[in-house]
């Protein structure tokens, strides 16, 4: 079998993958952290796990954009720049404003992250840098605009309903509040929303089947876990304004 074979294959497993998280998690919410809940073995620190599983999108997919035979082209190195810009955050700064003192992380949840991290990276990685070809025209393609445009928006939506959610809690607090102003005066999670859009842009922008895979596994993943904490916040909260949607403004 040869290595586009391979690629390909591993292609068409993450979308395979995609359908089977997404089933599963509509019965089964990743125990993790406000859903955390005992008989999932042995486990570490929240922010340990979450650098661990994260690091490979931004190790594993950086090695392997070396080795790519267009590593050194324009395009290809804008997409890697747009690949690591979200990741070094989600691993080097993110987990380090975390206030999860205390909470702790199922080394089983950390380990398929690590594992669908290592294919995602495979999968992507190999096709911007080897497989895929983007000559240098491509940045003024009305698909690589828009796509880039859609990147930036999820981006910017995640990185504020993050900040939002961490400024609920002072130092020293580890208690859920509800969160107010901006987007979630409409959805519970518009940081979730910001990741899909994001990488639907990423998508868009590369036009690939790898970039469509990762952005299928994300609506799949983080879909099903901003109506887990919808429905969590409903119920631990009897106040929480009830026109809030869990996802998508005013349908979802």
Not at 96 to 124: E, P, Q, S
Not at 128 to 146: E, K, M
Not at 232 to 247: G, H, I, M, V
Request: charged share 15%; proline share 5%.
């Amino acid at each position: 079998m040869t290595e586009v074979e391979i690629h390909t294959w591993a292609t068409w497993l993450e979308i395979f993958l995609a359908a089977v998280t997404f089933v599963a998690l509509l019965f089964i919410t990743a125990p993790y952290g406000r859903h955390r809940r005992s008989g999932w073995g042995p486990t570490v620190s929240n922010r340990v796990g979450w650098i661990a599983m994260e690091l490979p999108a931004v190790a594993v997919f950086g090695w392997i954009f070396l080795q790519g035979e267009h590593r050194a082209e324009l395009v290809p190195l804008v997409f890697l720049g747009l690949w690591q810009i979200h990741y070094i955050h989600r691993v080097f700064i993110f987990p380090l404003r975390l206030r999860t003192k205390g909470k702790r992380m199922a080394l089983a949840i950390a380990g398929m992250a690590i594992t669908f991290n290592c294919l995602n990276a495979y999968v992507n990685a190999r096709w911007i840098s080897h497989f895929g070809a983007y000559a240098s025209d491509w940045l003024l393609d009305p698909r690589f605009i828009a796509g880039v445009a859609v990147f930036a928006l999820g981006f910017g939506i995640n990185l504020k309903a993050d900040q939002i959610l961490l400024n609920l809690r002072k130092p020293g607090e580890t208690d859920y509040k509800v969160p107010r102003g901006w987007l979630y005066e409409y959805v519970s999670c518009p940081n979730y929303l910001g990741e899909i859009i994001e990488w639907a842009g990423f998508a868009l922008a590369t036009w690939s089947l790898a970039g469509l895979a990762f952005a299928l596994y994300t609506a799949a993943n983080v879909g099903p876990r901003a109506f887990a904490n919808h429905r969590w916040l409903r119920e631990q909260f009897p106040d929480y304004p009830a026109n809030r949607k869990a996802l998508i403004p005013f349908l979802l």
